[in-house]
């Protein structure tokens, strides 16, 4: 008989194997397949709701160029993508980046990194609950074909009312588990991106039969991104760029529930990922073919309609008739991200929960439906009453805060790449794609969104910076911005004392990947 060799050698790792202290959380197991996942990760994007709020936005900035923005948004992204995927091969945690960056760089480090998705997604929440009630009464006002009707969205008490509902009732399907989530998901994920195909082949119709005076022949020149101005709009289009792809990480929070849980959410996160900036290439060149990206009429970068480019191109493009089915499609993706956004949150909070680093009550799993109950209903009931609040205070105050969201994202993803590289350090000598997939791929991701982090935080000082506010001369978005950081920090120190096992390391332990046992 040959005899083992159990002696490890030099250098050898595994990345297939969860660490021992990474704990399961009593979570529906094989609720999501490869397809479900890839659903969720492009519902809580929200590509048609993405598109009508930053468009025209992104055109204003950049101009012509807006189809490389969004390729060069997608390459940072997609970067970080590869660090989720090697991360979550590693350790299926629905924790995610608190527990991954908890594993490279420590228990303080990580439980920021948890903080700053969390803050993210509920401001996110509060705004996708905005916009759906927006469109619920407009789309209301367009098939009745009374104004007044669509002007209840400018009765401060209608318009919370009307928010809060919608977000009880994405809260109760979220809370009814993954199964539910799915079949909504598919009905309405389908539905927006049938529209979505319908405006673009009518678009480029339009663009063929010379419809509007302002409309431009196709340029390759269109992709450079090194044809744009200035840096400062640079920067500018690829923030709102990055903030078009964010949400497709909600394909691992669901990794504990995914059949396949190593693989699976690593592959339908890159599924998510082409589905959106095809979908997001093919809009922005057919629009910009047919209207132009001009600051006047129906141009892409007038300033009256920026804000909202479906609204002013609905009828123009697709007819009076079809053109209800844009303001469907809006409505749809709004809603459809509203719910499944709930699930990255409620997931890292039940992570936190379960490895001490929140309080206990939000580790409990609901018996039945098999879901973060107690995390998902806090969820909810925390970005009704910041929604409510920010809506009484100020309309500004509401606007800032929704522009300060892009610091949170770079900060929390650009931490998480940079946590792939380290955990997995021991192993980048190991081949070539150990090198590029855990090491160099997540770098330059990281670095991309921490540049793009640090030059939105010199950019909000100035008071010009989102809606003009200011708190003592500096712009009111670096003060939410920075604010909303800081008060995570302030929360952590009282969380230490309450919970000093984690903070300790003894909870979730600092590590690389564990040595392989050869024969």
Known sequence: MTQLDVRPRVGDTVSGVAEGDVRGKGLGKGSVGLVGSAVIGISTVAPVYCLTSTLGSTAGEVGMQMPAIFLAGFLPMLLVAFAYRELNKAMPDCGTSFTWTVKAFGPRIGWMCGWGLVIATIIVLSNLAGVATSYFWLLAGEITGNESIAALDDNK??????????IAAATAISYRGMTATKG??????GLQLAVLAIFVAMAFQKAAAGSFDTGLDFSWSWMNPFAVESMAAFTAGLSLSIFMYWGWDACLATNEETTGSAKTPGRASLIAMIVLVGSYLATGVAAQMAVGSGTTGLGLGNPETSDNVFAALAGPVMGPMLGILLFVAVLASATASLQTTFIPVA??????????ALPPSYAKVHER?????RATVMAG?????FYTVMTLVSENVLTDT??????????????TAF??????RGELR????????????????????ATVFFKTLIDMWNPSYGSGSTVLGVGSVFVIGVGLLALGLVIMIVTERRSPAFFRGEVLTKSTPALVVED
């Open 369 to 373: 439906f098999k879901t973060p109950g």
């Open 430 to 449: 190991r081949s070539a794609r150990d090198l590029f997939f855990k090491g160099v791929f997540p770098v330059l991701g990281g670095l991309l969104l």
């Open 381 to 385: 009931v925390a970005t009704g009453v």
């Open 347 to 356: 997931r890292t909070v039940l992570a936190m929960s379960t490895y001490e």
């Open 419 to 424: 946590a792939c590289a380290w955990y997995f």
């Open 402 to 415: 929704i522009f300060a969201l892009g610091l949170m994202i770079c900060f929390y993803y650009s931490l």
């Open 157 to 166: 008490l209608v318009h919370i009312v009307t928010c809060l509902t919608l």
């Open 184 to 189: 909504v998901q598919y009905t309405l994920v």
